[in-house]
């Protein structure tokens, strides 16, 4: 049974930084694309970033140079460092893990293209 758990949000102020942390279970994280989306209230579910088998990454252009996905498959967990925080970047974060070890094109951004999920860990941007 393939478990996905977050970790890491909190509160902090903008310009501040933050690591979230996203432990899978269940099967080999190194074979499996994994990423990262957000959903602030009242608006939709967003993507943020994935990483795959072979360490490729995307970003959204709204977090694209302030945040850095990375894996270590040792310990299971997919990292999200997240500088520059911005007021807009407030919203439950969540992890999700696809059978598939590549995404390709468009479809890291698409929620359908993964299997498991995370209950999510807020973010609070604030001054």
């Known amino acids: 049974q393939v478990q996905v758990v977050e970790s890491g949000g909190g509160l902090v102020q903008p310009g501040g930084s933050l690591r979230l942390s996203c432990v899978v279970s269940g099967f080999r994280l190194g074979q499996h694309a994994i990423g990262w989306f957000r959903q602030a209230t009242g608006k939709e579910r967003e993507p943020v970033s994935c990483?795959?088998?072979?360490?490729?990454?995307y970003y959204s252009d709204s977090v694209k140079g302030r945040f850095t996905i990375s894996r270590d498959n040792a310990k299971s967990t997919v990292y999200l460092q997240m500088n520059s925080l911005k007021l807009e970047d407030t919203a439950v974060y969540y992890c999700?893990?696809?059978?598939?070890?590549?995404?390709?094109?468009?479809?890291?951004?698409?929620?359908?293209?993964?299997?498991?999920w995370g209950q999510g860990t807020q973010v609070t941007v604030s001054a």
């Open positions: 990483i795959t088998d072979d360490v490729s990454t």
């Open positions: 999700a893990a696809a059978d598939l070890p590549k995404l390709w094109g468009s479809s890291w951004s698409t929620q359908k293209s993964y299997d498991y």
